[in-house]
């Protein structure tokens, strides 16, 4: 006999709920497809920059100094993904999409609904699912990376799991925004639209509106692909990965508030703002960590060993005052080469644009127009150039402190690597879609417990 | 949350509900037991509202309006569902029957819906505890062969073996096993879904149309099925436009017209409502819509 009291919820266990995810994932045309076009994208990036690479290289043979700036992280690793960056971009909102946008159209979401599982619990199995699909689709890339080692290329571990690292974060981040777009969408075509008005409205931020002053300059930020600069640059920022991970949550919550049928719109249009706000807060705690660490081998994103180790010493702050204009490109050089390194090496550091927002047109006549003043100790010294190598010996004068010898052995030699890249083209343009045509066949085939069911 | 019933207001007043029958001593003293106020003019020494088996009102629908801008779908729809038996929400198309389901199980927002489960007021958010709800005109996961989302429910409310196979018995299902839902026809497609319904443990199952794509040989297999399943002590309401199939199955009926209750009760009851005393379900249901 039955009970009738009440069926306990939320213990219902949990592989049967991601079983299903992979499965619903596997067996739609979306991925395969991705992964089918991915193949011939990523293989001719890769053939390309190893190309170049490989030019670079002949001449950096015949110079030792040309070969110290050829890194496989900007020559092959980069150029490669980015054709990666690229599908996911343009073809794995698709495929997040069908996650919920298939069960949303089947109407198998309302039976979903009625399972055993809080609502937060089924958007995380579906980023679960998301985040296997990102896995699959990175196939073609890590095929890369591997034929590139098989070449006698140089991979460095840090820089190359860092850089994987932040396309796995892109990728979740794109795939968040698709489950939310799909939980707001009645169907997949509108869900795609609104995702698509996310990840192509970032280029349109990046074509448009960067390197602009002022409030642009803030809409810009916004853009997606700000992403995976940094992690391009060889750096793991805590405070972007902490953003970024807030802003995946922040949409499958948006996605877990809209999900439920049966909730009145007022609440969710409530229970969302909460989230936004919510998000927004820690977003803004996100901005203000500027721990980061540099894990190319070249130490590109910071100065010499010697100088680190002695500007880490400097116990009081130093102040910099920059009179430039933030779209200038001597700003964007001074950033680059020596105010983002202080900022790391130096606990205590505070830079600020003198006169707030100046514009190139407007200080035009301004004679401290391109200064930095440096501040440290009581004592100041005025700049205009953006180099480490004057800035540098500036602020061991104001600190009272030697130059330091530079420590012998520290030099990044460089890997450069003349090969032939033209064999890895077959790989991508006939073995992997082979494999993958047949890795499409193995999941469309029946289970095995069909046998033990009937 | 720790899984279980949070009764939000334990000391309800007893709900307003039109067409609530008479409450019979045994269930009045196990509503006492439960700490329910009863009114005392409501309690008769009658048999004929239902006997003690199916005495227990399990679902008390007090008030269900749902209202799409100027177009009332629903107006105060109230009713009783007692433990173990089957009943029929009989209408015609439009009539309301797949908006109140849908409300009840509490996947559709409402204006109003106060429902009692036990006799304890239930959120729509926590319907699902004891409502399943099998809707009409799903294919659900439809690249899947039908053992894979069989398997699936069946894990989730971890079903042995031997009830996973007793599912597809008594449904039919065997022939199909092995091909994916999108390939089934309507016939097995409705079969799949009742399958998925009976794997499910809630003691109440609100299936929409569940006859629908079923010739008369099948509507009485399926029948059969539910009867079987009721007899386990499982409550049914089926939402049912064909009045001969209704009929056919049904203990009890909610006659809905134009998203208002028009009649509830047997046959036997709908009859002496209607004086009527040998007309059929059709003959009723157009003397009182």
């Given at each position: 006999m ?22 619903e ?12 076009l991915?193949?011939p994208?990523?293989?001719?990036s ?5 190309s170049?690479?490989g ?15 050829l ?16 599908a996911v971009?343009l ?14 159209e089947?109407?198998?979401l ?8 809080r ?7 579906k ?7 990102w896995v ?13 080692r ?13 850089l ?16 939310f777009?799909?939980?707001i969408?009645?169907s ?5 639209i609104?995702?698509l ?21 803030w809409?810009?930020r ?14 793991l ?15 499958a919550a ?7 049928p ?10 969302s703002?909460?989230?936004?706000l919510?998000?927004?807060i ?15 081998e ?20 130093l ?14 050089d001074?950033?680059r ?15 600020r644009?003198?006169?707030g927002?100046q514009s190139?047109a407007?200080?035009?006549g ?21 180099s ?26 460089g890997?450069?690597?003349?090969t032939n ?6 790989w ?5 879609p082979?494999f993958?045509?047949?890795a ?15 | ?5 949070d ?31 009863v009114?005392p ?63 009840l ?7 109003t819906?106060?429902v ?18 099998l ?16 398997s699936?429910f ?11 196979a ?15 839902v ?22 109440l199952?609100?299936m ?8 008369l040989?099948?509507?009485r297999?399926m ?10 002590s499982?409550?049914?309401v ?44 059709e ?7």
């Amino acid at each position: 006999m039955r009970s009738h009291e009440a069926f306990r919820v939320h213990d219902a266990p949990l592989r049967p709920l991601l079983t299903k995810e992979l499965w619903e994932i596997l067996s739609g045309r979306a991925l395969w497809t991705m992964l089918l076009l991915m193949c011939p994208l990523v293989g001719y990036s890769f053939f390309q920059a190893v190309s170049l690479f490989g030019e670079a290289s002949a001449a950096g043979q015949q110079s030792p100094v040309l070969a110290n700036s050829l890194s496989p992280l900007d020559g092959v690793m980069v150029p490669t993904l980015g054709a990666s960056y690229v599908a996911v971009t343009l073809l794995f909102p698709f495929v997040a999409i069908r996650v919920l946008g298939q069960e949303k159209e089947s109407g198998a979401l309302r039976l979903l609904i009625q399972l055993p599982y809080r609502a937060s619990t089924l958007i995380a199995a579906k980023l679960v699912a998301v985040l296997a699909a990102w896995v699959l689709s990175s196939v073609p890339a890590f095929s890369a990376l591997a034929i590139w080692r098989l070449l006698g290329g140089h991979l460095s571990a840090p820089e190359t799991l860092n850089l994987l690292f932040g396309h796995l974060l892109y990728g979740l981040l794109v795939g968040a925004i698709a489950l939310f777009a799909a939980s707001i969408s009645e169907s997949a075509a509108t869900a795609a639209i609104v995702t698509l008005a996310f990840t192509i409205g970032s280029w349109v931020l990046d074509f448009t509106v960067a390197g602009h002053p002022g409030l642009l300059e803030w809409i810009a930020r916004l853009s997606l692909t700000q992403v995976l600069r940094t992690f391009e640059q060889g750096l793991l920022s805590l405070g972007l990965v902490m953003g970024i991970g807030t802003a995946v949550c922040g949409f499958a919550a948006l996605a877990t508030v809209w999900l439920p049928p049966g909730v009145h719109v007022r609440t969710k249009l409530f229970r969302s703002l909460v989230c936004v706000l919510a998000a927004a807060i820690v977003l803004g705690l996100a901005t203000q960590i500027r721990f980061s660490v540099d894990v190319t081998e070249d130490q590109r994103n910071s100065f010499p060993v010697a100088d680190q180790r002695a500007l880490a010493k400097f116990a009081e702050p130093l102040v910099v005052t920059v009179h430039l204009a933030p779209e200038d490109p001597r700003y964007a050089d001074l950033q680059r080469n020596v105010l983002a390194k202080l900022e790391r090496v130096l606990p205590n550091v505070s830079v600020r644009l003198a006169g707030g927002r100046q514009s190139l047109a407007t200080n035009a006549g301004d004679d401290s127009y391109g200064e930095v003043e440096y501040a440290y100790g009581g004592r100041s010294d005025v700049s205009r150039s953006s180099s480490p190598r004057e800035i540098l010996p500036l602020l061991y004068g104001l600190a009272r402190v030697a130059l330091p010898a530079p420590i012998p052995g520290a030099d990044y030699p460089g890997y450069p690597l003349v090969t032939n890249g033209r064999p890895a083209l077959l790989w991508f343009f006939f073995g992997l879609p082979l494999f993958i045509v047949l890795a499409w066949w193995r999941s469309r085939r029946l289970p095995d417990s069909i046998n033990a069911l009937s | 949350m720790d899984g279980t019933f949070d009764w939000l207001s334990p000391n309800l007043p007893p709900p307003r509900n039109r067409y609530r029958e008479p409450v019979s001593p045994p269930l009045a003293m196990m509503a006492h037991q439960r700490g329910i106020a009863v009114d005392p003019g409501d309690v008769v020494s009658t048999a004929s509202a239902c006997d003690e088996a199916q005495g227990q009102i399990l679902l008390r629908v007090d008030s269900i309006t749902k209202q799409y801008t100027d177009l009332v779908v629903l107006a105060d729809v109230g009713f009783d569902v007692h433990a173990g038996e089957i009943v029929g929400i009989i209408g015609p198309n439009g009539a309301g029957k797949t908006t109140l389901l849908e409300a009840l199980a509490g996947i559709l927002p409402a204006e109003t819906n106060d429902v009692y489960w036990l006799g304890r007021s239930i959120l729509p958010s926590r319907r699902r505890e004891a409502i399943f709800y099998l809707p009409d005109g799903v294919r659900p996961y439809q690249d899947q062969p039908v053992t894979r989302v069989l398997s699936f429910f069946a894990d989730v409310y971890r079903r042995s073996a031997e009830e996973i196979a007793g599912t597809i018995q008594s449904v039919g299902l065997t022939p199909v096993l092995h091909k994916r839902v999108h390939s089934l026809s309507k016939g097995y497609g409705r079969r799949l879904m009742l399958a998925l319904g009976l794997l499910t443990p809630q003691p109440l199952l609100l299936m929409d149309e569940p006859f629908d794509g079923f010739d008369l040989r099948q509507v009485r297999e399926m029948a059969k099925v539910l009867r079987d399943e009721a007899a386990k002590s499982r409550t049914l309401v089926l939402a049912i436009h064909q009045l001969m199939d209704a009929e056919r199955i049904c203990d009890r009926f909610i006659l809905l017209a134009d998203g208002r209750v028009r009649g509830v009760g047997t046959l036997n009851d709908l009859r002496a409502r209607t004086g009527n005393p040998i007309g059929n379900l059709e003959d009723i249901f157009l003397a009182l819509t």
